[in-house]
Antibody, heavy 121, light 113 residues
Framework: EVQLVQSGAEVKKPGESLKISCKGSGYTFNTYWIGWVRQMPGKGLEWMGIIYPGDSATRYSPSFQGQVTISADKSNSTAYLQWSSLKASDTAIYYC??????????????WGQGTLVTVSS | DIVLTQSPDSLPVSLGERATINCKSSQSVLDSSNNKNFLAWYQQKPGQPPKLLIYWASTREFGVPDRFSGSGSGTDFTLTISSLQAEDVAVYYCQQYYSTWYTFGQGTKLEIK
């Protein structure tokens, strides 16, 4: 079974750094794109970016370029989303999701369970 | 960016009745080289991640009940639930993957009337 398991909820202060993770299993991790999607409280889904773990090629939404860093460790089948300096407006649930097939023009399936990030002083 | 606009934002429907959700794209997501519409539909229940329902605009994902169907082409798409069940209460999103600047519709909240 293809599965994505994300790291647990985080509570941070503004200005702190953070790296959350998404571990893939049940498939060849290196050969499928993984994306990150933000869901702010009570709001909709926003695509942030994707990464191809095989060569760490990344694509970012213009809205998130420079705000976050997406990376992957193919030896550990894990993708990461990180912030160098959190803001209160980063409070949200963050989902990772695998593109269904190897092509970048594909839908997201499956999704991780989500990681709640709370940024508050 | 391709902008997806869903309507309505909220949809109250009686149990057993038909529910129809629309998704309009700011530009065509039909690829003429393969005649496929690069559009998916997801269901998100409270406290859960989104779940894939439909891809290629009209292909139902394995295990999704056949009361769910997708239709449309080009810029106008519809998700239909033929007979609403209590477990279908959720927010529904369309998503385009024609452009790899992926975008989602704003969501439609489906509730019981």
């Amino acid at each position: 079974e293809v599965q994505l398991v994300q790291s647990g909820a985080e509570v941070k202060k503004p200005g702190e750094s953070l790296k959350i993770s998404c571990k893939g299993s049940g498939y060849t991790f290196n050969t499928y794109w993984i994306g990150w999607v933000r869901q702010m409280p009570g709001k909709g889904l926003e695509w942030m970016g994707i990464i191809y773990p095989g060569d760490s090629a990344t694509r970012y939404s213009p809205s998130f370029q420079g705000q976050v860093t997406i990376s992957a460790d193919k030896s550990n089948s894990t993708a990461y989303l990180q912030w160098s300096s959190l803001k209160a407006s980063d409070t949200a649930i963050y989902y990772c999701a695998k593109l269904k097939y190897s092509s970048v023009r594909n839908w997201f399936d499956p999704w991780g369970q989500g990681t709640l990030v709370t940024v508050s002083s | 960016d391709i902008v997806l606009t869903q309507s309505p934002d909220s949809l109250p429907v009686s149990l057993g009745e038909r529910a129809t959700i629309n998704c309009k794209s700011s530009q065509s997501v039909l690829d003429s080289s393969n005649n496929k519409n690069f559009l998916a539909w997801y269901q998100q229940k409270p406290g859960q991640p989104p779940k894939l329902l439909i891809y290629w605009a009209s292909t139902r994902e394995f295990g999704v009940p056949d009361r769910f169907s997708g239709s449309g082409s080009g810029t106008d798409f519809t998700l239909t639930i033929s007979s609403l069940q209590a477990e279908d209460v959720a927010v529904y999103y369309c998503q385009q993957y024609y452009s790899t600047w992926y975008t989602f519709g704003q969501g439609t909240k489906l509730e019981i009337k």
